[in-house]
């Protein structure tokens, strides 16, 4: 009787996750659905060197750097990714898997990590953000929306634009400004939205660095960076395979997350 009992609850301990992994897969590949459908139907576009007049220096050499003349505009994009995640300053690392997919002609990105303890969704889909944190796959522990969520996740968009650069191309609704000879202004209008960053370029006409303000949970807006590295070329496009992503708070650097990119593609519109 109380061997059949164990049995049971051991049953029970290992199937309840599997159960919540397999919920939260389908929930993720409805989003990713609903991302692709609402994008419609795209007009093909190309990227030419006449586009590059006017724009300040360094952000005119990083596009003749990343991209060539007659680039076709990433209209889909979807990668997966490894690395390490803190929930907390004073926490230890974990290890975390991603997959991640996004539409450019109508921003919008959708993104699962997951982890030996949670697994997470982040998204900005229809004009609105949400993120939802799960724990063990079963219980849920966040679900944030709102203003400050739309604002966090329209920057992430933006700011993840650096792995399909035609998205940062100039357009009535995204602006490039001189700041000095290695620093740009990148802002970005959407929605009643004002977002921007503050771009530096390193010697090699890469974009390295991308600072702004952004909201830390219920918290005012506070300073955030994200750096990032070792670009590769994917599909023709040189674009960083490494990110990482800090707060600056007043007793210093917390870099909760370091991301490096395992697989990437374009104009896919179907989840892995």
Same mark, same amino acid.
């Given at each position: 009787m109380i061997a059949t009992l164990v049995i049971a609850i051991i049953t029970l301990l290992v199937l309840l996750p599997l159960t919540g992994r397999a919920m939260i897969n389908s929930r993720f590949k409805g989003d990713v659905r609903r991302l692709f459908e609402q994008t419609g139907s795209l007009p093909e576009r190309n990227f030419s060197y006449e586009q590059l007049e006017g724009l300040p220096e360094p952000v005119r050499r990083y596009f003749l750097n990343v991209m060539k003349a007659g680039q076709p505009y990433i209209r889909y994009v979807r990668l997966k990714h490894g690395g390490w995640f803190k929930t907390g300053k004073d926490r230890k690392k974990m290890n975390i898997e991603g997959e991640q997919y996004f539409t450019t002609s109508k921003p919008g990105f959708v993104w699962k990590g997951?982890?030996?303890?949670?697994?997470?969704?982040?998204?900005?889909?229809?004009?609105?953000?949400?993120?939802?944190?799960?724990?063990?796959?079963?219980?849920?522990?966040?679900?944030?929306?709102?203003?400050?969520?739309?604002?966090?996740?329209?920057?992430?968009?933006?700011?993840?634009?650096?792995?399909?650069?035609?998205?940062?191309?100039?357009?009535?609704?995204?602006?490039?400004?001189?700041?000095?000879?290695?620093?740009?202004?990148?802002?970005f209008e959407y929605k009643g939205l004002s977002i921007?960053?503050?771009?530096?370029?390193?010697?090699?006409? *890469?974009?390295?660095?991308?600072?702004?303000?952004?909201?830390?949970?219920? *918290?005012d807006l506070t300073p955030w960076v994200g750096e990032v590295s070792e670009y590769q070329e994917v599909e023709g496009v040189r674009v960083p395979t490494v990110i990482k992503a800090s707060w600056i708070l007043e007793d210093g650097k917390y870099t909760y997350g370091h991301f490096r990119v395992r697989r990437m593609g374009y104009d896919v519109p179907q989840p892995y």
């Open positions: 997951k982890t030996s303890l949670f697994t997470a969704r982040d998204m900005y889909l229809n004009d609105k953000g949400r993120l939802v944190v799960s724990l063990f796959s079963l219980i849920r522990i966040v679900n944030e929306k709102g203003p400050e969520v739309n604002q966090a996740e329209l920057l992430r968009w933006l700011g993840e634009s650096v792995w399909f650069p035609t998205n940062l191309l100039p357009r009535e609704n995204l602006h490039w400004s001189s700041i000095d000879e290695s620093h740009a202004r990148l802002t921007y960053y503050r771009v530096t370029f390193n010697a090699n006409n *890469e974009i390295v660095k991308l600072e702004t303000e952004r909201y830390m949970g219920d *918290e």
